[in-house]
């Protein structure tokens, strides 16, 4: 049975930093690319970041240079270290796994290549 289970998410003022994890179990998660994505209230979900199985990352626009995607694979763990956070960041941060392709540009945009997906974790900036 798949299963990730996300943590770490908070509320923080405008500016601060926060680190997503996310544990995954009952499939060879190494071999699959994991993202993170979110969701704000009234809002479609969007990609925020991936990356596939030999590390490449990619993400979306608004987190450039502020979000950094990384995992673990001795852990099974992703991660999602997020800096300088805005108000806009606000959302349900939703870990998910289960491509097996490998990444290519815009893959952020692509939610639905993901067969697995966590519960999510709430991420409320405060300015």
């Known amino acids: 049975q798949v299963q990730l289970v996300e943590s770490g998410g908070g509320s923080v003022q405008a500016g601060g930093s926060l680190r997503l994890t996310c544990v995954a179990s009952?499939?060879?998660?190494?071999?699959?690319?994991m993202g993170w994505f979110r969701q704000a209230p009234g809002k479609e979900r969007e990609g925020v970041a991936v990356?596939?199985?030999?590390?490449?990352?990619s993400y979306a626009d608004s987190v450039k240079g502020r979000f950094t995607i990384s995992k673990d694979n001795a852990k099974n763990t992703l991660y999602l270290q997020m800096n300088s956070l805005k108000p806009e960041d606000t959302a349900m941060y939703y870990c998910?796994?289960?491509?097996?392709?490998?990444?290519?540009?815009?893959?952020?945009?692509?939610?639905?290549?993901?067969?697995?997906w966590g519960q999510g974790t709430q991420v409320t900036v405060s300015s």
């Open positions: 990356i596939d199985s030999d590390g490449t990352t």
């Open positions: 998910a796994g289960g491509f097996s392709g490998s990444s290519f540009p815009g893959i952020v945009h692509y939610s639905n290549l993901f067969g697995y």
């Open positions: 009952g499939y060879a998660y190494s071999n699959y690319c």
